[in-house]
């Protein structure tokens, strides 16, 4: 065998090694986002019937539970909760995880900055079961003389405004919309951060002595001129962190509690997530068919929020 | 009265951040910093003095016992432990190679305008909700899984719900995580180093090979943060997982617990025992301990490696 052939050969042998190798990985990154489709075709496979069997879309969003007994229902309680306790934690969770991720982001030279971004980093990715075990442990705590010295005077002194105020503020139970909330903040808080550290992180040196010179204090100059400049991250994080907490279960299991009627948020309220992980575990088929039309909504609220800040960011 | 003061000054505490933002930038700027750091304080701190009581009375043994029995008020966490082990270890057996496939599908094989789409692919499998991963294990990979297992190897799994399932659905959930940190390394390596490895004639798979070769730091740094990710996870792993709190298993195809499953599914009847609130915050210290550990080695790695 000439040595031209003995080298053609090995090219052709590393030809197919590079060939199988790729097709491997293609094979393995396929895997990962395989399931994905199957996961979406199922959820609305089985949920789109069961909103069907269980009284049409309407009755579904609006309605209450089915009882184990019960041919019809729906979810109106739990997007209610889902809706303001999302609300309320993404709110927050702007409001300081913007200021902190500039922070962060900004002032890299400061000690303490790089202790706050470590301290953001750990809790990003921190078990979300634990932050609402430690929401519940602070509420627990202070519940009963935060009803005796403060919402009890308040929820009198407001009473004449009329009786809708109290399904908002008011003496609060042990579980209530509002510890759901500051659990879900908590989650937010630190992505909300994390993505406008590396925004801001990224802003160019010119572009930031220009904003410097022209901004006159360093406040505009950091949330005036450059927020221009990193808007459209911040917002793609606003939004992809609100479809986030949108689809959190751990964090409201002892906060928000659940909840099968429309109850004042003041006491335990009703979640999607906690909906669907209460009535897939019953035994009974109706219970578990309203579990799937509740993923299907849960899985469209949240693909909405997914796709448009895609589109936008 | 602590409790008390604790939430009824947090108001004025972030007005007091808001105002500083406008008078003295930098001082308004570390209030918000001190925030951070005061919560994981404060959550620490208070799992210490939540989980006091069993750990004055048993000591470290709640931690090495395996018996959870509340009949007893006995009760130790160790089974829960070797099951947040043995699911972590199938996860990311599983969820390594398959982030690897990710960054070289989406980085060498893709065609450009592709690999956007295929991106987000990736990162939605990151945003969806638990309890729909959860949903579709209890009812479709936990079945498929046991015929599967049970037709290649007769009777090995017991139940469609084990730490095997466990593990498997985790490696799913926890992909896009280690995948998000090797894509960031893999886009950064230089390019008169890729023009390198092509000069010297390597085929695409030789090149892939060599770049993770380079961008090994992510790689580590991935998979610690995805480790953190399997442990720490919650409502799905709980519904796949079996929920037998109280035997003692290193059987993957037999029902098992983990420490945060235990925490969901036995939380709610907690409050009628004595020293079941304290030994779940024992645990709920132990999960704590564990991320920050595992983070802080992520982060260095990742950090000490930067390109």
């Known amino acids: 065998m000439t040595a031209e052939r003995k080298a053609k050969d090995i090219t052709a042998v590393r030809m197919v090694i590079n060939w199988l190798g790729l097709g491997l990985f293609a094979l393995l990154g396929v895997a990962a986002v395989a399931p994905l489709f199957l996961i979406i075709g199922d959820v609305y496979i089985k949920g789109i019937d069961a909103i069907n069997r269980l009284g049409g879309l309407w009755h579904f969003l609006t309605g209450l539970p089915p009882t184990p007994y019960e041919e019809s229902g729906g979810i109106g309680p739990m997007l209610v909760g889902t809706f303001y306790m999302t609300a309320l934690g993404a709110l927050l969770g702007i409001a300081v995880g913007f200021p902190l991720g500039v922070y962060i982001g900004e002032m890299r030279r400061e000690k303490f900055a790089n202790v706050a971004r470590a301290g953001v980093n750990v809790l990003v990715e921190f078990p979300t079961i634990v932050v609402g075990l430690f929401v519940y442990a602070v509420m627990s705590l202070a519940k009963e003389d935060l009803n005796l010295y403060l919402l009890d005077p308040l929820s009198r002194a407001i009473s004449p405004v009329g009786g809708w105020i109290t399904r908002f503020i008011g003496p609060l139970d042990g579980y209530n919309a509002y510890a759901g909330a500051a659990a879900l903040s908590i989650i937010m808080i630190p992505y909300v951060a994390l993505i406008t550290a590396s925004a801001y992180a990224s802003i160019e040196q010119p572009l930031r002595e220009a904003a410097y010179a022209i901004g006159g204090r360093e ?3 950091l949330f005036v001129v450059l927020r221009k400049a990193v808007s459209r991250a911040v917002l793609t994080a606003a939004l992809l962190g ?15 509690f659940g909840n099968f009627y429309y109850g004042p948020f003041t006491g335990p309220t009703a979640a999607v997530p906690l909906w669907i992980w209460y009535a897939a575990q019953t035994p009974y088929e109706v219970q578990i068919a309203s579990a ?22 | 009265m602590l409790g008390f003061l604790l939430v009824v000054l947090l108001i004025p505490y972030l ?3 808001y105002g500083l933002l406008f008078v003295k930038l930098r001082w308004g700027l570390r209030l918000f910093g001190a925030f951070i750091v005061a919560t994981i304080g404060l959550l620490t701190a208070m799992f210490l003095v939540e989980a006091y009581p069993i750990i004055a009375r048993d000591g470290v043994a709640v931690f090495l016992q395996t018996g959870w029995d509340p009949v007893r008020e006995s009760y130790g966490v160790l089974q829960a432990l070797t099951g947040t082990v043995l699911t972590s270890a199938v996860a990311m057996a599983l969820a390594m190679p398959m982030a690897l496939g990710v960054a070289v599908t989406i980085n060498e094989i893709l065609p450009t305008r592709w690999r956007g789409v295929f991106g987000s692919l990736v990162d939605l499998t990151a945003t969806m909700p638990t309890v729909i991963y959860g949903l579709w294990g209890l009812f479709v990979l936990g079945p498929t899984l046991h015929s599967l297992v049970n037709t290649l190897a007769r009777d090995t799994m017991t139940s469609p719900y084990t730490l095997f399932t466990a593990g498997v659905l985790l490696a799913i959930m926890i992909t896009p995580y280690a995948a998000a940190v090797i894509r960031e390394g893999y886009a950064l390596v230089p390019k008169p180093v890729e023009e390198a490895i092509y000069a010297v004639g390597a085929t695409r798979f030789e090149a892939a090979l060599i770049k993770l070769r380079y961008v090994k730091n992510y790689i580590l740094g991935g998979f610690f943060l995805a480790l953190g990710r399997a442990m720490g996870e919650t409502v799905a792993v709980a519904m796949v997982v079996g929920g037998n709190f109280s035997r003692f298993t290193t059987n993957i195809f037999e029902s098992g617990i983990t420490i945060s499953s235990l925490i969901a599914l036995q939380f709610p009847n907690a409050a009628s025992y004595q020293y079941m609130v304290p030994a779940l915050f024992a645990g709920a210290l132990l999960l704590t301990l564990f991320g920050v550990a595992i983070n802080a080695v992520a982060i260095y790695i990742i950090q000490r490696g930067q390109i």
């Not at chain 1, 609100?242 to 928000?256: D, M, N």
């Not at chain 1, 799937?292 to 960011?313: D, E, H, N």
Request: positive net charge; glycine residues 6%; aromatic residues 10%.
């Open chain 1, 242 to 256: 609100t479809a986030k907490i949108a689809g959190e279960t751990a964090p409201l299991l002892f906060t928000a």
């Open chain 2, 15 to 17: 007005i007091a951040a």
């Open chain 1, 219 to 221: 406040f505009n100059a």
């Open chain 1, 292 to 313: 799937y039309g509740a993923a299907a909504v849960l899985l469209t609220i949240i693909l909405t929020i997914f796709i448009i800040a895609r589109i936008r960011g």
